[in-house]
């Protein structure tokens, strides 16, 4: 969780394994675009950055965020990626709506990682409002995609590593 003492964007490069020969997911909301807009882009350049090819970066795009489970796992069985980041934003309204979509997204990223052999990157916001949304996609508490692309490569050289 972001907070002050937490910011998502900074973390020990010597920790991030070289990415140079992987191929990543990144499912994305669309609901909330300004803010999943941020996200994929943060995600997607920090993958960028480790050295993932560019054409090996799938992006696919969902309507919500309890979407992005189903997509996470057909575009895994599809292309077969090394790793699948799952991206959204939820935030709090009059209803109980967020608890429902917020719970599913979360319990759904949960099976798919211990029922495939892949990792599945859960990168999903569940703010209370707009402002800290914000902060969590680009503002004051960094990037959430950022942190999902590092948590992903780690992840996907674990896999690697245990095979």
Known sequence: MATELQNLSVYDLGIVP????????VVVSEWNSKITGNLRDGACNTLLRYGVKPENITVVSVPGSF???YAAKRVAGCIRPDAVIGLGCVIRGETPHFDYVCAGVTQGF???NTEGDIPYIFG???????????DRAGGKYGNKGEECAVTAIRMAALACEFK
């Not at 070289?18 to 997911?25: K, L, P, Q």
């Open 18 to 25: 070289d990415a140079s020969n992987m191929h990543f997911a």
């Open 67 to 69: 979407e992005l489970v």
């Open 110 to 112: 949960s099976a798919l």
């Open 124 to 134: 999903l916001l569940t703010t209370d409002n707009l402002q800290q949304a914000i």
